[in-house]
């Protein structure tokens, strides 16, 4: 295996690194057999390769190589066939970049493939058959068809044979294009009456090692008279044709003329290319010399092509030419845009030109219309930008903020330069982390509370809560309060999944001591560095009621049968409060609204009385709690529970 190490490295303005290398294998090489030594021959340690993830980033869908990240090596994926993939195209190489990630870098890298003789010279046609005047002239020629080889170079059609060689040599003319033009010149005059059948063999021979060769047989009829060949007007014809032309265009009229007379003097015009695929797309009308298109071109897949045409008479005589037809471009191809290698999330506290994602642009077309410019959306902090051979870096171009904008969709749009102009269209996705920038907050300058000095250990007392722009463990943690004489803090679980701070009587008050108090609200969350926020609560200790309402029972229980009407009266609950006057009036409320209880019970405000005033189902819940509260003028109360237990009813 030949190897050819070619590596040049430069930094782009991004900051990823582009390098460079070529090696040559040849084909038909097995499954696992070694490209070459990737990481040696970049430079590059094996646990980079392994923590930058690397990988094979290839435009083709068939990928013949693969990388080995813990041996640093390229390897044979899937046995490689010259022929099937470049066809007689020469150079034939496979191109495909190793993509690393943190921080991105990408290599380019070309495997060139090199011929092995496996494949013989084959002729289209077994047999041909000519029939020629016993009149013809010393040094008439006679057009024979060409071998193929799908191998080439040395591997390809080197010489040919033609035996026996009695009345027959052959001659060899090279065309621009390489390849060669087989005669065969009669250097004896035949005589019909000795010899009216000949037979021939056309050897082809190729130059690899072995050698491999074709062969294809010649019958000659021997005719009396006809001493006039055709002759092509030129000898060369050309031509040019759109890709997208439809079917049945005609490309080219060739014109031969004979100086016979009769039946000697008729033309027949044919196609000799030996290659099945011009003759796939080309056919030319056998007796006007038309060229007509009847496949589909394609300015992509071959940019010229060459008819070997033939002109015969009647009598055998020939004459050739060849048209070289050349195909126009028309913008028919999109741009291809290729996601190299991307980031889902970003961190908003991000540097400026922190590469997000890697794109190549790929338009089959040539000329203007395969230029190709590429620009994105409008208003995002990112910027799109080109590097060589129509790779892009979407990059960041100013600060970013998750509490502004927490996911951007960026449609970057490639557009080439035909006419009409076609375009591509790709929308990346892109998640912003969070870090810790915002200090918890309080809507409220001061918290402001007024509490009678009769207020009982336990009560309680709902603060605001804290906001805190950021989310996660950035996110609002915890609160404390100072001074915690008097009051200490309590966080209590919400039905909506959040926290209800409240602040909670730890020690009696008295009015007669100290008449104002002022607390610091502290709220903390749990970013590194950590930040905090704080509110002033400002109490005004009122005088009277010293004592709170208090319930006969703390837990009350009762059954209720299913489908009891509304209005039944259930239970009635009583609190007593020992004050007098306004401080010692009571009133009732349903405390708590699970399962919907304030659509099945009520509670008289000041008797106490519990009515049903809706439809309890046992089959839909066997239980029902309602939480009662009693509160006095002054603000204070208690609260006690009522459990129900639905009794069945065979409905």
Sequence with gaps: MARQVLLFISLLAVGSVLGQVSYTIPEEMTKGSLVGNIAQDLGLQIKRLTSGKARIYARDTDQYVELNRERGVLLVKERIDREALCKQTTPCALHFQIILENPMEFYTVTVQITDINDNAPTFKKTKIIFKISETALIGAKFVLERAVDLDVEMNSVQSYELKPSDNFALKLHSNSDGNKNVEMVL????????????????????????????????????????????????????????????????????????????????????????????????????????????????????????????????????????????????????????????????????????????????????????????????????????????????????????????????????????????????????????????????????????????????????????????????????????????????????????????????????????????????????????????????????????NAPVFTQSTYKSSLMENSPRGTQLITVTATDKDEGTNGFVTYSISNNIDGIFDLFEIHETSGEVRLIGNVDYETSKHYQLNIKAKDQGGLSDSCKIIFDITDVND
């Design 187 to 546: 250097q004896k005059p035949l005589d019909r009456e000795k010899q009216e059948q000949i037979s021939l063999v056309l050897t082809a021979v190729d130059g690899g090692e072995p050698q491999m060769s074709g062969t294809m047989q010649i019958l000659i009829t021997v005719l009396d008279a006809n001493d006039n060949a055709p002759v092509f007007t030129q000898q060369t014809y050309k031509a040019t044709v759109t890709e997208n032309s439809l079917k049945g265009t005609i490309v080219a009229t060739v014109t031969a003329s004979d100086a016979d007379q009769g039946s000697n003097s008729k033309i027949t015009y044919s196609i000799t290319n030996a290659a099945d695929d011009d003759t796939r797309i080309f056919e030319i009308n056998e007796e006007n010399g038309n060229v007509v298109l009847i496949g589909i071109i394609d300015y992509e897949k071959s940019r010229n092509y060459q008819i070997n045409l033939l002109a015969s008479d009647d009598g055998g005589l020939t004459d050739s030419c060849k048209l070289i037809v050349d195909v126009q471009d028309v913008n028919d191809n999109k741009p291809e845009i290729n996601i190299m290698s991307k980031s889902a999330v970003i961190s908003e506290d991000a540097n400026l030109n922190t590469v997000v994602t890697m794109i190549n642009i790929e338009d089959k077309d040539s000329g203007e219309n395969g230029k190709v410019q590429c620009f994105m959306s409008d208003n995002v902090p990112f910027e799109l930008r080109a590097s060589s051979n129509n790779f892009y870096t979407l990059v960041t171009d100013s600060d970013l903020d998750r509490e502004r904008a927490s996911e951007y969709n960026i449609t970057v749009t490639c557009s080439d330069e035909g006419v009409p102009s076609l375009s591509s269209s790709v929308t990346l996705t892109l998640q912003i982390t969070d870090i810790n920038d915002n200090a918890p907050i309080f809507k409220m300058k001061d918290m402001v509370f007024e509490i009678s000095e009769s207020a009982v250990k336990g009560s309680k007392f709902i603060l605001e809560k804290a906001l805190d722009s950021d989310v996660g463990i950035n996110g609002l943690k915890s609160y404390s309060l100072n001074p915690t004489d008097n009051f200490a803090l309590k966080l209590n679980d919400n039905t909506d999944g959040g926290k209800e701070v409240e602040m909670v009587l730890e020690k009696p008050l008295d009015r007669e001591k100290e008449e104002q108090l002022t607390l610091t609200l502290t709220a903390v969350d749990g970013g590194e560095p950590q930040l905090s926020g704080t509110v002033q609560i400002h109490v005004t200790i009122l005088d009277a009621n010293d």
